[in-house]
């Protein structure tokens, strides 16, 4: 008998694994707190005896393997030190389970959403990983190690005839609300829009303690919801007294001395082209005619360095925001209005300090020259995109030829770049006109044009030639020297085989052979496509099989753009990563040594993650006044294209418009329907009807929800 009881068969190993994730679960919902196998065994709700004895075999098998430990004997704790604990970033999807993103781990850790404990979204979690049934990782949150964030975007519900409340919040950031007891209700009244600070979340509560530290006020109306859309991404509208003080005192003169440093090219033909409600303007253009038949054309940068000065309060609060965010109403700017709007806006017919990229160009727009450094200008003009397009178009008006010219090399530029790997997405962009009280009264889409690309291929090749020079020695030898790039890896090799063959069902081919052949491929796919039904669909799937751009000190190219090397230094007014470029520029042509290279990673991670928050402001912006827009026409008919699947629905794009709205599955009465990942569709189960990613489809207008910026459709069979 004692080698019987030695023998512990397959199917029991299991079952006892199944009872220790049991326990884990459990003990994972106070993971500091020391319990007896009785306690353990209540808690799992196995209470008879032989129940019990499988509890004390699991709790063996547990300690076995370092999962738990005992504290004292038959008291047993949690053990967060154990193999197979490992730390990274939890991100949850909408039906609450979420995914722990492990840096050193190939896929991310599964946590169903019994198991994600007191984690809110984007915390980093210490998490004890285990096979569930044999299938991928999965996991259990035993801890919470730092908050991602404290406060949050809700509306307050005021308990009747009590003297506190509960903060529902928009997003799902926080799967629980939070309680506001008496005394931390801020003067809010029932149905507010607020922030609310979360201050504790007690061990076994099930909600968060929180503090309402902002009344935003009326949930749906304009102001409340664009101020709810900032904080919620922690995005200030404002600056702080001290930083507009210190930018208000700024030496905006163009004295002697300064100018005597730099290279004056005051007196040469100077422009900017920019949106016609811009203010902006951070790049300004310059050609002239060399005596040896070659162009000399300047790419001149705000000198936003001169200005904003290290160890400042204007540079730590610029550093904070990272870069300005472009709502639809209206711009938070990464500096205060003085210097963006003003002291460092390349204003026509005023002398401005800028930082400088001069090339000299043959008639072919090959480069002859380069030279960088700071100077001084005077821009002669200012142009709108619509203006200068006037003149690429027609020939006549002021400065027609020189624009003609920029234009004629920028041409030449921009098939080179296409010619050596460039990917060329040309989507257009959702506008608005609004009113005087910022209401949407019509809808546009921003297409770029000729003068568009002038001014793109003009800061492309400054934004290169900059990297480049820090990059490289004169023999072509990389340097070493720490920069500020601006990365593209290269795209998902699985999702462009997924996108491979998805097109290929439409007639399309691609080769993947290598990173050439795929920027071919997708070069022709997005000709091939232009002016089909289909048209939509493919570019969606071929962005998304894409990969980020982000910043980094490690120069592993742009894949997109096809450049070795490539760095932001054009935009210094709205963006911190071109701050810091100007500066290593500045410190390199100093004959200054290399810095500390993680200092500037960690610069890098920041400025990331900031752009990427602003990103998501902007989206959220428009997808408000895209719902604010569709109210009047709630009931009305219209043709749409299906922009997305998903397991519980899909979404439709009105295409004259931009508004998306979803169409859930339960509100497709004709048939029970089932989601294809693979080929991107629903389908019934009895009639075998299909939607499918890319189909034209009529739907009405069901509901406009201004306050979860969401519309609802519903499919209309003709």
Same mark, same amino acid.
């Given at each position: 008998?004692?080698?019987? =009881?030695?023998?512990?068969?397959?199917?029991?190993?299991?079952?006892?694994?199944?009872?220790?994730?049991?326990?884990?679960?459990?003990?994972?919902?106070?993971?500091?707190?020391?319990?007896?196998?009785?306690?353990?065994?209540?808690?799992?709700?196995?209470?008879?005896?032989?129940?019990?004895?499988?509890?004390?075999?699991?709790?063996?098998?547990?300690?076995?393997?370092?999962?738990?430990?005992?504290?004292?004997?038959?008291? $047993?704790? +949690?053990?967060?030190?154990?193999?197979?604990?490992?730390?990274?970033?939890?991100?949850?999807?909408?039906?609450?389970?979420?995914?722990?993103?492990?840096?050193?781990?190939?896929?991310?850790?599964?946590?169903?959403?019994?198991?994600?404990?007191?984690?809110?979204?984007?915390?980093?979690?210490?998490?004890?990983?285990?096979?569930?049934?044999?299938?991928? %990782?999965?996991?259990?949150?035993?801890?919470?190690?730092?908050?991602?964030?404290?406060?949050?975007?809700?509306?307050?519900?005021?308990?009747?005839?009590?003297? &506190?409340?509960?903060?529902?919040? #928009?997003?799902?950031?926080?799967?629980?609300?939070?309680?506001?007891?008496?005394?931390?209700?801020?003067?809010?009244?029932?149905?507010?829009? @607020?922030?609310?600070?979360?201050?504790?979340?007690?061990?076994?509560?099930?909600?968060?303690?929180?503090?309402?530290?902002?009344?935003?006020?009326?949930?749906?109306?304009?102001?409340?919801?664009?101020?709810?859309?900032?904080?919620?991404?922690? %995005?200030?509208?404002?600056?702080?007294?001290?930083?507009?003080?210190?930018?208000?005192?700024?030496?905006?003169?163009?004295?002697?001395?300064?100018?005597?440093?730099?290279?004056?090219?005051?007196?040469?033909?100077?422009?900017?082209?920019?949106?016609? #409600?811009?203010?902006?303007?951070?790049?300004?253009?310059?050609? *002239?005619?060399?005596?040896?038949?070659?162009?000399?054309?300047? @790419?001149?940068?705000?000198?936003?360095?001169?200005?904003?000065?290290?160890?400042?309060?204007?540079?730590?609060?610029?550093?904070?925001?990272?870069?300005?965010?472009?709502?639809?109403?209206?711009?938070?700017?990464? /500096?205060?209005?003085?210097?963006?709007?003003?002291?460092?806006?390349?204003?026509?017919?005023?002398?401005?300090?800028?930082?400088?990229?001069?090339?000299?160009?043959?008639?072919?727009?090959?480069?002859?020259?380069?030279?960088?450094?700071?100077?001084?200008?005077?821009?002669?003009?200012?142009?709108?995109?619509?203006?200068? *397009?006037?003149?690429?178009?027609?020939?006549?008006?002021?400065?027609?030829?020189?624009?003609?010219?920029?234009?004629?090399?920028?041409?030449? %530029?921009?098939?080179?770049?296409?010619?050596?790997?460039?990917?060329?997405?040309?989507?257009?962009?959702?506008?608005?006109?609004?009113?005087?009280?910022?209401?949407?009264?019509?809808?546009?889409?921003?297409?770029?044009?000729?003068?568009?690309? +002038?001014?793109?291929? &003009?800061?492309?090749?400054?934004?290169?030639?900059?990297?480049?020079?820090?990059? +490289?020695?004169?023999?072509?030898?990389?340097?070493?020297?720490?920069?500020?790039?601006?990365?593209?890896?290269?795209?998902?090799?699985?999702?462009?085989?997924?996108?491979?063959?998805?097109?290929?069902?439409?007639?399309?081919?691609?080769? /993947?052979?290598?990173?050439?052949?795929?920027?071919?491929?997708?070069?022709?796919?997005?000709? #091939?496509?232009?002016?089909?039904?289909?048209?939509?669909?493919?570019?969606?799937?071929?962005?998304?099989?894409? =990969?980020?751009?982000?910043?980094?000190?490690?120069?592993?190219?742009?894949?997109?753009?096809?450049?070795? $090397?490539?760095?932001?230094?054009?935009?210094?007014?709205?963006? $911190?990563?071109?701050?810091?470029?100007?500066?290593?520029?500045?410190?390199?042509?100093?004959?200054?040594?290399?810095?500390?290279?993680?200092?500037?990673?960690?610069?890098?991670?920041?400025?990331?993650?900031?752009?990427?928050?602003?990103?998501?402001?902007?989206?959220?912006?428009?997808?408000?006044?895209?719902?604010?827009?569709?109210?009047?026409?709630?009931?009305?008919?219209?043709?749409?294209?299906?922009?997305?699947?998903?397991?519980?629905?899909?979404?439709?794009?009105?295409?004259?418009?931009?508004?998306?709205?979803?169409?859930?599955?339960?509100?497709?009465?004709?048939?029970?329907?089932?989601?294809?990942?693979?080929?991107? %569709?629903?389908?019934?189960?009895?009639?075998?009807?299909?939607?499918?990613?890319?189909?034209?489809?009529?739907?009405?207008?069901?509901?406009?929800?201004?306050?979860?910026?969401?519309?609802?459709?519903?499919?209309?069979?003709?």
């Amino acid at each position: 008998m004692a080698k019987k =009881s030695k023998f512990v068969s397959h199917k029991n190993n299991h079952k006892l694994q199944e009872i220790g994730r049991l326990i884990l679960r459990f003990m994972n919902r106070q993971s500091g707190k020391v319990y007896n196998y009785k306690q353990i065994a209540d808690g799992i709700d196995y209470r008879n005896p032989r129940q019990r004895e499988l509890v004390i075999q699991a709790l063996h098998k547990l300690l076995a393997e370092q999962q738990i430990k005992e504290s004292e004997k038959g008291k $047993y704790i +949690l053990n967060l030190n154990i193999e197979g604990t490992v730390t990274g970033i939890i991100d949850f999807n909408q039906a609450g389970n979420a995914y722990v993103n492990v840096p050193e781990l190939e896929d991310d850790i599964f946590i169903h959403s019994k198991n994600v404990k007191d984690a809110l979204q984007g915390d980093e979690v210490l998490v004890v990983t285990y096979h569930f049934k044999g299938k991928k %990782l999965e996991g259990s949150v035993l801890e919470v190690l730092k908050r991602n964030r404290e406060e949050f975007v809700g509306t307050f519900q005021l308990i009747n005839h009590k003297d &506190f409340g509960f903060v529902v919040c #928009d997003k799902k950031t926080i799967n629980t609300d939070i309680f506001v007891p008496k005394g931390k209700i801020g003067g809010a009244s029932d149905g507010d829009k @607020v922030v609310v600070k979360m201050v504790e979340w007690r061990a076994g509560e099930k909600n968060p303690e929180g503090e309402i530290v902002k009344v935003l006020g009326a949930p749906g109306e304009h102001e409340t919801e664009i101020h709810s859309i900032l904080a919620e991404y922690g %995005l200030p509208y404002s600056f702080p007294e001290d930083v507009e003080n210190e930018a208000e005192k700024i030496d905006r003169s163009i004295n002697d001395s300064e100018v005597a440093k730099r290279r004056d090219m005051r007196d040469i033909c100077t422009f900017t082209i920019d949106p016609k #409600d811009a203010k902006d303007f951070d790049d300004a253009l310059s050609i *002239q005619k060399l005596d040896n038949g070659n162009y000399e054309i300047g @790419v001149h940068i705000a000198d936003v360095s001169h200005y904003v000065r290290p160890g400042t309060l204007l540079d730590d609060e610029a550093y904070d925001r990272a870069t300005s965010v472009y709502l639809v109403d209206r711009v938070v700017p990464m /500096l205060p209005e003085v210097l963006s709007n003003d002291v460092c806006s390349l204003r026509p017919n005023e002398d401005k300090f800028t930082f400088s990229a001069v090339f000299e160009m043959d008639e072919n727009a090959d480069l002859v020259n380069q030279w960088f450094g700071r100077t001084v200008i005077h821009s002669d003009r200012r142009f709108s995109y619509e203006e200068a *397009q006037e003149r690429i178009e027609s020939g006549e008006g002021d400065l027609s030829e020189e624009i003609l010219t920029l234009d004629r090399l920028a041409k030449i %530029l921009r098939r080179e770049r296409i010619r050596n790997g460039a990917i060329t997405f040309d989507r257009s962009e959702v506008r608005f006109n609004l009113d005087e009280n910022s209401e949407p009264i019509g809808v546009y889409f921003k297409v770029s044009k000729d003068s568009n690309h +002038l001014i793109e291929e &003009f800061m492309l090749l400054a934004n290169r030639k900059v990297s480049e020079f820090i990059s +490289l020695n004169r023999r072509g030898e990389p340097t070493g020297n720490t920069f500020i790039y601006r990365i593209h890896d290269d795209p998902d090799p699985t999702k462009l085989e997924a996108l491979r063959d998805f097109v290929s069902t439409f007639g399309y081919k691609m080769d /993947l052979a290598n990173s050439k052949k795929v920027a071919d491929s997708l070069n022709q796919l997005l000709h #091939d496509v232009k002016g089909k039904g289909e048209e939509n669909m493919i570019e969606t799937l071929a962005m998304r099989s894409m =990969s980020k751009a982000v910043y980094s000190t490690n120069p592993i190219g742009h894949y997109g753009l096809g450049f070795d $090397y490539y760095s932001h230094f054009t935009s210094p007014i709205r963006r $911190y990563p071109d701050l810091i470029a100007h500066r290593l520029l500045q410190h390199y042509l100093d004959g200054g040594k290399s810095p500390n290279k993680n200092d500037y990673e960690e610069k890098s991670k920041h400025c990331s993650a900031m752009e990427r928050l602003a990103a998501d402001a902007e989206r959220d912006s428009i997808k408000f006044m895209q719902v604010k827009f569709m109210e009047k026409h709630v009931g009305q008919d219209f043709q749409g294209v299906i922009s997305g699947v998903a397991d519980f629905g899909f979404w439709v794009q009105i295409p004259e418009n931009g508004a998306e709205g979803l169409i859930k599955l339960r509100d497709l009465m004709d048939d029970s329907y089932s989601y294809d990942s693979k080929n991107h %569709l629903v389908q019934g189960a009895r009639t075998g009807n299909q939607y499918q990613l890319g189909d034209q489809v009529r739907i009405r207008v069901m509901k406009a929800n201004l306050i979860q910026k969401q519309l609802d459709f519903k499919i209309i069979n003709d």
